[in-house]
């Protein structure tokens, strides 16, 4: 007796909801991510196996370039304001309200204080075609900014982190005078900022 062939019919999938809810993660993601901010110092770091992983806020950042130049930088807009009105009256720097609200969009900045204002008067396409020769920092306190803007951020009312960014070709000179401003204020716990390379691992023969 032959077999009854059973009459096959195509299959239709009504992709109308998942499309929706593809649209909606996408949306959701779009919205809420931030985006890393660019890097106003190119910076080679050093390798290390650590896995530790960096502040996402409250952080302090201290960037060490290649040829000895010191960024400063810290998170928060209004922080960043208030960081600068320090330091700007210690040194008795006038700054203007429009450059406050400049200084706050930048990320770490590498300008003496009181070439500041003009460069913050520069349009933000020509900023990064000038030259920036770093944050004076030495052993002699009164040329030691870096120091003063360290200082200011005592006062924020929070539990800041103090993270070192120094390139691997970066003097030695230069990151020990930074390490020991830092402990000339009695910070002496800080993060060292390095590229995750890969754990050695030890295998053994079999016989």
Request: glycine share 4%.
């Given at each position: 007796?032959?077999?009854?062939?059973i009459?096959r019919?195509?299959?239709?999938?009504?992709?109308?909801?998942?499309?929706?809810?593809?649209f909606?993660?996408?949306?959701?993601?779009m919205?809420?991510?931030?985006?890393?901010?660019?890097?106003?110092?190119?910076?080679d770091?050093?390798?290390?196996?650590?896995?530790?992983?960096?502040?996402?806020?409250?952080?302090?950042?201290?960037?060490?370039?290649r040829?000895?130049?010191?960024?400063?930088?810290?998170?928060?807009?209004?922080?960043r304001?208030?960081?600068?009105?320090?330091?700007?009256?210690?040194?008795?720097?006038?700054?203007?309200?429009?450059?406050?609200?400049?200084?706050?969009?930048?990320?770490?900045?590498?300008?003496?204080?009181r070439q500041?204002?003009?460069?913050?008067?520069?349009?933000?396409?020509?900023?990064?075609?000038?030259?920036?020769?770093?944050i004076?920092?030495?052993?002699?306190?009164?040329?030691?900014?870096?120091?003063?803007?360290?200082?200011?951020?005592?006062?924020?009312g929070?539990?800041?982190?103090?993270?070192?960014?120094?390139?691997?070709?970066?003097?030695?000179k230069?990151?020990?005078?930074?390490i020991?401003?830092?402990?000339?204020?009695?910070?002496?716990?800080?993060?060292?900022?390095?590229?995750?390379?890969?754990?050695?691992?030890?295998?053994?023969?079999k016989?």
């Amino acid at each position: 007796m032959p077999k009854i062939k059973i009459k096959r019919k195509s299959v239709s999938l009504d992709m109308t909801a998942m499309c929706d809810v593809a649209f909606l993660l996408l949306s959701f993601f779009m919205l809420t991510t931030t985006f890393k901010p660019e890097e106003p110092l190119p910076v080679d770091t050093p390798s290390s196996v650590s896995e530790i992983p960096m502040p996402d806020k409250d952080h302090v950042i201290i960037s060490i370039g290649r040829k000895g130049e010191v960024f400063f930088g810290v998170d928060g807009t209004q922080s960043r304001i208030k960081i600068l009105e320090r330091v700007a009256e210690k040194y008795k720097v006038p700054l203007t309200k429009a450059q406050k609200e400049q200084f706050s969009t930048l990320p770490a900045h590498g300008v003496p204080i009181r070439q500041l204002p003009a460069f913050l008067d520069l349009p933000v396409d020509q900023r990064s075609k000038v030259v920036k020769k770093g944050i004076p920092v030495d052993t002699n306190l009164e040329k030691n900014e870096l120091r003063d803007w360290v200082i200011s951020t005592i006062g924020e009312g929070r539990k800041m982190r103090y993270v070192i960014k120094g390139d691997g070709a970066a003097s030695y000179k230069t990151v020990k005078w930074v390490i020991a401003t830092m402990q000339d204020l009695n910070i002496n716990r800080f993060n060292l900022i390095t590229s995750l390379e890969r754990a050695p691992t030890t295998t053994t023969e079999k016989k």
